[in-house]
């Protein structure tokens, strides 16, 4: 017989980081709730994430303490306002691993991030077009990087939630460039054979999702990171399923522009991210105008604050903000690398399990390996609006539909998916439930 | 809530064995011919729905689509309670369907004139469901506008 050295230095599965989950779940009040007579089995955190009373506490603390208005007053409550914005800003930075907390600019959700990219780059291209006819102005500053015509090109991918089309298609359409899209393999890969021709030296900015919320996938951006920077193009990242589930550091992920949404990750709704390099957002022309976003107004013209406050108009979601602040607190407690330890135990339970069921296919990778704990399947033909609704009657809280990433179903070729997805709080008995369910919706419409 | 009140028998036999299936052309050769496609956004259920019609009687509501057992069943029970009927009765028994899925589980059903569309008295108590109750009918009212035969004069305020 013959034994084998572990050679030392090696991880072994019990250095993993980890936590208690009952515990865990005890932070969250929601999960005590019941549903049609049957626990709660909450399995739509990809869609929005529940919030710990430590988030809950923070939020309401804000309105009953230090409730007052940011940047714009020399009193106490002001001052502690401000102070506490402005902390969030610190600890989301720091989260991200971002090289400075004003690179970190709060948005109202990942939609509105990716938006203000988007319109950055259209002012910036009518800027210079104004420019041209009517010189001298400020706008001859414009940067090169952002100016976009005809003949420029933007690339997606298929697999892009809504947020993170829409946006560049309108972009196009102001601007007259083309936009173009990384297909999507039959495993739910993103397919990068094409890279070579579809990023090229017309190519303006790539954005591309980071873990797609629909097959689960994470993708690998080494590869097209490198071929971006070739080409001299920007790189977008829409993290709103990757930042909430895996530690994310952007110096490491090396993109120019990453966007995610609190409410995905513990945080409140009406708080977002968009952090961009600093080099770049001082290149960016404002968005939104109004107030805090000024450095001097006069009735012939304004000139604009440094980044972030260039892009944060008006009064911003400020208890929201200190929340967001309170949730990253949160998950750095947990620890990321335990969180998405915990998820990828619970992935590969849910795949044998979902295996399992008759007549059920997954689509998206079926592996546990370079993916998320969100998984989207079909139940032979039943509708997911009648898997869902059985699934509700016995507390199972799943998301049916498109997702808001129609060309996916496209691409697999059905109107509507069903979709479990995981979080923190999720445990294997919940996906138990979820299985149980799926033979009770075979049994209704088999 | 009862998950039997959604998926009665009725609908599920609609969903499983539907009436009148498929898209057809008018026999009768003065009949106008009216069409139309309708999604539901939300959920990517899909019907389209075509009246052959005089002007006086709806000689044929065919219908073609995917989507839930309740947008299907729906359709099969339009196809069946206003194919042959004239079209002021048609309208009635449309605003009938409409007021009862609109009615939040509120308005008893009368099934003289609904038939086996009372059937969806369990559905207007599914807010998330009404929609795609209402779809083919949706889809209906604008083909039947199509072949000439006007409105309803009820509006959806689900
Ligand atoms: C991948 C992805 N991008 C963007 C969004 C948009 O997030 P929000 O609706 O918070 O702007 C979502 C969430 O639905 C998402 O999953």
Same mark, same amino acid.
């Given at each position: 017989?013959?034994?084998?050295?572990?050679?030392?230095?090696?991880?072994?599965?019990?250095?993993?980081?980890?936590?208690?989950?009952?515990?865990?779940?005890?932070?969250?009040?929601?999960?005590?709730?019941?549903?049609?007579?049957?626990?709660?089995?909450?399995?739509?955190?990809?869609?929005?994430?529940?919030?710990?009373?430590?988030?809950?506490?923070?939020?309401?603390?804000?309105?009953?303490?230090?409730?007052?208005?940011?940047?714009?007053?020399?009193?106490?409550?002001?001052?502690?306002?401000?102070?506490?914005?402005?902390?969030?800003?610190?600890?989301?930075?720091?989260?991200?691993?971002?090289?400075?907390?004003?690179?970190?600019?709060?948005?109202?959700?990942?939609?509105?991030?990716?938006?203000?990219?988007?319109?950055?780059?259209?002012?910036?291209?009518?800027?210079?077009?104004?420019?041209?006819?009517?010189?001298?102005?400020?706008?001859?500053?414009?940067?090169?990087?952002?100016?976009?015509?005809?003949?420029?090109?933007?690339? /997606?991918?298929?697999?892009? *939630?809504? &947020? =993170? #089309?829409?946006?560049?298609?309108?972009?196009?359409? +102001?601007?007259? %460039?083309?936009?173009?899209?990384?297909?999507?393999?039959?495993?739910?890969?993103?397919?990068?054979?094409?890279?070579?021709?579809?990023?090229?030296?017309?190519?303006? /900015?790539?954005?591309?999702? *980071?873990? &797609? =919320? #629909?097959?689960?996938?994470?993708?690998?951006?080494? +590869?097209?990171? %490198?071929?971006?920077?070739?080409?001299?193009?920007?790189?977008?990242?829409?993290?709103?399923?990757?930042?909430?589930?895996?530690?994310?550091?952007?110096?490491?992920?090396?993109?120019?522009?990453?966007?995610?949404?609190?409410?995905?990750?513990?945080?409140?709704?009406?708080?977002?991210?968009?952090?961009?390099?600093?080099?770049?957002?001082?290149?960016?022309?404002?968005?939104?105008?109004?107030?805090?976003?000024?450095?001097?107004?006069?009735?012939?013209?304004?000139?604009?604050?440094?980044?972030?406050?260039?892009?944060?108009?008006?009064?911003?979601?400020?208890?929201?903000?200190?929340?967001?602040?309170?949730?990253?607190?949160?998950?750095?407690?947990?620890?990321?690398?335990?969180?998405?330890?915990?998820?990828?135990?619970?992935?590969?339970?849910?795949?044998?399990?979902?295996?399992?069921?008759?007549?059920?296919?997954?689509?998206?990778?079926?592996?546990?390996?370079?993916?998320?704990?969100?998984?989207?399947?079909?139940?032979?033909?039943?509708?997911?609006?009648?898997?869902?609704?059985?699934?509700?009657?016995?507390?199972?809280?799943?998301?049916?539909?498109?997702?808001?990433?129609?060309?996916?179903?496209?691409?697999?070729?059905?109107?509507?998916?069903?979709?479990?997805?995981?979080?923190?709080?999720?445990?294997?008995?919940?996906?138990?439930?979820?299985?149980?369910?799926?033979?009770?919706?075979?049994?209704?419409?088999? | 809530?009862?998950?039997?009140?959604?998926?009665?028998?009725?609908?599920?036999?609609?969903?499983?064995?539907?009436?009148?299936?498929?898209?057809?052309?008018?026999?009768?050769?003065?009949?106008?011919?009216?069409?139309?496609?309708?999604?539901?956004?939300?959920?990517?259920?899909?019907?389209?729905?075509?009246?052959?019609?005089?002007?006086?009687?709806?000689?044929?509501?065919?219908?073609?689509?995917?989507?839930?057992?309740?947008?299907?069943?729906?359709?099969?029970?339009?196809?069946?309670?206003?194919?042959?009927?004239?079209?002021?009765?048609?309208?009635?028994?449309?605003?009938?369907?409409?007021?009862?899925?609109?009615?939040?589980?509120?308005?008893?059903?009368?099934?003289?004139?609904?038939?086996?569309?009372?059937?969806?008295?369990?559905?207007?108590?599914?807010?998330?469901?009404?929609?795609?109750?209402?779809?083919?009918?949706?889809?209906?009212?604008?083909?039947?506008?199509?072949?000439?035969?006007?409105?309803?004069?009820?509006?959806?305020?689900?």
């Amino acid at each position: 017989m013959t034994t084998i050295a572990i050679p030392s230095g090696m991880p072994q599965y019990d250095d993993v980081p980890r936590y208690d989950v009952a515990a865990v779940r005890a932070d969250f009040p929601i999960l005590d709730r019941e549903i049609n007579g049957h626990p709660l089995v909450y399995l739509d955190s990809a869609n929005t994430s529940h919030k710990p009373r430590q988030v809950l506490d923070v939020l309401r603390e804000h309105y009953e303490r230090h409730n007052a208005n940011v940047s714009r007053s020399v009193h106490t409550l002001g001052t502690e306002a401000t102070e506490a914005y402005e902390a969030a800003r610190g600890k989301v930075a720091t989260f991200v691993n971002a090289p400075s907390a004003d690179e970190v600019v709060f948005t109202k959700n990942s939609t509105e991030a990716i938006n203000l990219v988007a319109y950055a780059f259209s002012n910036a291209s009518l800027r210079s077009a104004a420019a041209a006819s009517s010189a001298p102005s400020r706008a001859s500053g414009t940067d090169e990087r952002f100016r976009l015509g005809p003949g420029d090109e933007i690339v /997606i991918s298929e697999m892009e *939630h809504h &947020s =993170n #089309i829409v946006p560049w298609q309108l972009l196009a359409e +102001r601007t007259g %460039a083309t936009l173009r899209w990384f297909p999507v393999t039959d495993n739910g890969r993103l397919d990068e054979s094409g890279l070579a021709d579809l990023v090229n030296e017309r190519t303006k /900015i790539v954005s591309l999702v *980071h873990m &797609s =919320n #629909i097959l689960g996938t994470v993708n690998a951006t080494a +590869r097209i990171t %490198a071929r971006v920077r070739e080409v001299g193009a920007l790189l977008l990242l829409d993290c709103s399923q990757s930042v909430p589930h895996m530690p994310i550091d952007v110096v490491d992920l090396d993109a120019d522009f990453i966007v995610f949404t609190g409410h995905k990750m513990c945080g409140p709704t009406g708080i977002g991210v968009l952090w961009g390099r600093a080099e770049l957002l001082a290149a960016m022309p404002p968005v939104l105008g109004g107030g805090s976003m000024i450095e001097t107004v006069s009735m012939g013209g304004s000139t604009f604050a440094a980044p972030p406050a260039r892009f944060e108009a008006g009064t911003p979601p400020i208890a929201e903000a200190v929340a967001l602040g309170a949730a990253v607190d949160y998950l750095t407690g947990l620890g990321m690398r335990a969180i998405q330890w915990h998820e990828k135990q619970l992935t590969a339970y849910a795949l044998d399990a979902l295996g399992s069921v008759p007549g059920l296919r997954i689509f998206g990778p079926e592996v546990p390996v370079g993916r998320g704990g969100t998984i989207s399947f079909a139940l032979a033909d039943v509708h997911p609006h009648d898997v869902g609704q059985v699934l509700d009657s016995l507390g199972v809280q799943v998301r049916v539909g498109h997702h808001c990433a129609r060309p996916v179903c496209t691409r697999f070729g059905v109107p509507a998916m069903t979709r479990a997805s995981f979080y923190l709080y999720t445990t294997t008995d919940e996906i138990d439930a979820l299985v149980a369910g799926l033979e009770q919706v075979r049994k209704v419409f088999g | 809530m009862q998950l039997e009140s959604l998926y009665q028998e009725i609908i599920l036999d609609h969903y499983k064995h539907p009436h009148g299936r498929g898209l057809r052309d008018a026999t009768e050769p003065d009949d106008r011919v009216g069409e139309a496609h309708h999604v539901n956004p939300t959920c990517g259920d899909e019907v389209t729905v075509r009246v052959a019609t005089d002007g006086e009687v709806l000689h044929d509501v065919s219908y073609d689509g995917m989507g839930c057992s309740i947008s299907q069943a729906s359709a099969s029970v339009l196809h069946e309670l206003l194919t042959g009927r004239d079209t002021a009765e048609a309208y009635r028994v449309h605003e009938a369907f409409v007021a009862l899925l609109s009615g939040r589980g509120q308005v008893t059903p009368d099934e003289e004139v609904l038939g086996d569309g009372v059937a969806f008295e369990g559905v207007a108590r599914y807010p998330a469901r009404v929609k795609c109750a209402l779809l083919p009918w949706m889809a209906f009212k604008d083909a039947a506008a199509r072949a000439g035969v006007g409105a309803s004069p009820s509006e959806v305020k689900a």
